[in-house]
């Protein structure tokens, strides 16, 4: 389902024009398309960014009006890492995927030509450099890029509503979150989603659990990330949530040292 709320009046008419019958039904739970829904999402990319409107930006707030925790967390990682600002991007397209030790980026300039990124981050946690962050960058090859653009196209993931805005669908104690931002001409938004995986019953959760599924096998992003860390050094390293990794440390060295 379209979340008109995000869009602007012209789209909103476009998309009702163009994607009459687009619909969740209209997918199963491997995020298939037919060609018409391709078409139409393909036109309303070029429409929205041909007219030429005010930008709108879709940030996640708490209802006592306070920007979502998700988000700060977040733009504050991007600071760290030097990634581009979606907000301010003049990209015609650039699609962002957070994990809680990567980012994927993939975005164009004239909507031909694309890029790819993928950046391992991670801070040592034990003193005295508590704290302190490494981070990596790897180009993507035109054939990932591609592979990811059609994957996030097929998923649906630009029209997934907000997950507050989907029915039984709630944060909880622990897990893993992922998080979405999308920028072109037009518009900005942010999406933050609590284990997709553990949601079986809800189709937009079966979708973004697809999506990333898709990105960890297709991209090796376990492998790669820990490629990344064991040329750290010598040390413990956050490795998502509550969890660490100490490559290059005995177990004796480990114990030895309070990492809490």
């Not at 969740?24 to 030429?52: A, E, M, P």
């Not at 733009?75 to 890492?81: D, G, I, Y």
């Not at 015609?92 to 957070?98: G, L």
């Amino acid at each position: 389902m379209i979340n008109y709320q995000t869009l602007s009046d012209d789209e909103v008419g476009i998309w009702r024009e163009l994607g009459k019958g687009l619909t969740w039904k209209d997918q199963d739970q491997h995020c298939s398309l037919t060609v018409k829904h391709f078409i139409t999402i393909f036109c309303l990319f070029c429409y929205s960014n041909i007219i030429g409107q005010p930008k709108i930006y879709d940030i996640p707030v708490y209802k006592n009006g306070d920007t979502s925790f998700a988000y700060i967390l977040k733009n504050n990682e991007r600071e760290k890492l030097g990634l581009v600002d979606l907000k301010t991007s003049p990209d015609s397209f650039h699609f962002r995927c957070w994990t809680e030790t990567q980012t994927i980026d993939i975005w164009t300039a004239d909507g031909v030509h694309y890029q790819g990124q993928l950046s391992n981050y991670t801070e040592k946690v034990n003193d005295p450099k508590w704290g302190k962050s490494y981070s990596e960058k790897i180009l993507l090859d035109s054939n990932t890029i591609a592979s990811i653009r059609d994957k996030l196209l097929e998923c649906s993931i630009l029209e997934i509503p907000k997950q507050d805005s989907i029915s039984g669908w709630k944060d909880g104690l622990d897990g893993e979150e992922f998080a979405m931002e999308f920028a072109d001409r037009n518009r900005y938004f942010f999406k933050a989603y609590w284990s997709p995986d553990f949601y079986k019953e809800i189709k937009e959760a079966i979708f973004v659990h697809n999506f990333i599924t898709y990105l960890f096998t297709g991209l090796k992003l376990r492998s790669k990330w820990f490629a990344f860390v064991k040329k750290l050094p010598k040390g413990c390293y956050k490795a998502g949530g509550i969890l660490m990794t100490c490559p290059k440390m005995t177990e004796k060295e480990i114990k030895g040292r309070d990492y809490n």
